[in-house]
T-cell receptor, first 116, second 109 residues
Framework: GAVVSQHPSWVICKSGTSVKIECRSL??????MFWYRQFPKQSLMLMAT?????????EQGVEKDKFLINHASLTLSTLTVTSAHPEDSSFYIC????????????FGPGTRLTVT | GQNIDQPTEMTATEGAIVQINCTYQ??????LFWYQQHAGEAPTFLSY??LDGLEEKGRFSSFLSRSKGYSYLLLKELQMKDSASYLC??????????WGAGTKLIIKP
């Protein structure tokens, strides 16, 4: 099956710094990638959808200047949390979908971000 | 608005059968998904239904009734490793996935 990787799997950073999370589709071309955030004991919250080569579409309430998304190639998308604060601490998960009419989203393993 | 309802938590016994229900109200329908998520891990795909009826895949089956806005996930021969959250998600008319809050399934020996 299709494999999506995320790096890093966990990161601890200080308040005010920026953190970049990478999402890669390893064996397929992902025309669309999704970034989710999940707080403890809650469901997935879609943050943004990105298509290769175009600007990401952000969900209502998600600050695009704070959560920078770059989908530069068909196999790589990055999420940068700028000027991180403790309330940004969460589990960030990316998923990818191929462009051949594939209905399934393939999830990465997630990145746990802790901001101190 | 769009809404997906599923029970918050269920408990079942090892070796038994459990049915997790999901009802949805969405703007359009382009398929319903079930995902399994273990604590601290990302979701993994279990099933996809777009037509009415039952889809069977090993110990897991998923049923869909579009007219009732209803689906269930049936897990047979429960194993301890099945303890996880089960997420129901519906793809709406914009092909956006709308997620339920998940059902935490606790398996007891």
């Amino acid at each position: 099956g299709a494999v999506v990787s995320q790096h890093p799997s966990w990161v601890i950073c200080k308040s005010g710094t920026s953190v970049k999370i990478e999402c890669r589709s390893l064996d397929f071309q992902a025309t669309t990638m999704f970034w989710y955030r999940q707080f403890p004991k809650q469901s997935l919250m879609l943050m943004a959808t990105s298509n290769e080569g175009s600007k990401a579409t952000y969900e209502q309430g998600v600050e695009k200047d704070k959560f920078l998304i770059n989908h530069a190639s068909l196999t790589l998308s990055t999420l940068t949390v700028t000027s991180a604060h403790p309330e940004d601490s969460s589990f960030y998960i990316c998923s990818a979908r191929g462009g051949r009419g594939d209905y399934e989203q393939y999830f990465g393993p997630g990145t746990r971000l802790t901001v101190t | 608005g769009q809404n997906i309802d599923q029970p918050t938590e269920m408990t079942a016994t090892e070796g038994a059968i459990v049915q997790i229900n999901c009802t949805y109200q969405t703007s359009g329908f382009n398929g319903l998904f079930w995902y399994q998520q273990h604590a601290g891990e990302a979701p993994t795909f279990l099933s996809y239904n777009v037509l009415d009826g039952l889809e069977e895949k090993g110990r897991f089956s998923s049923f869909l009734s579009r007219s009732k806005g209803y689906s269930y996930l049936l897990l047979k021969e429960l194993q301890m490793k099945d303890s996880a959250s089960y997420l129901c998600a519906v793809k709406d008319s914009n092909y956006q996935l709308i997620w339920g809050a998940g059902t935490k399934l606790i398996i007891k020996p």
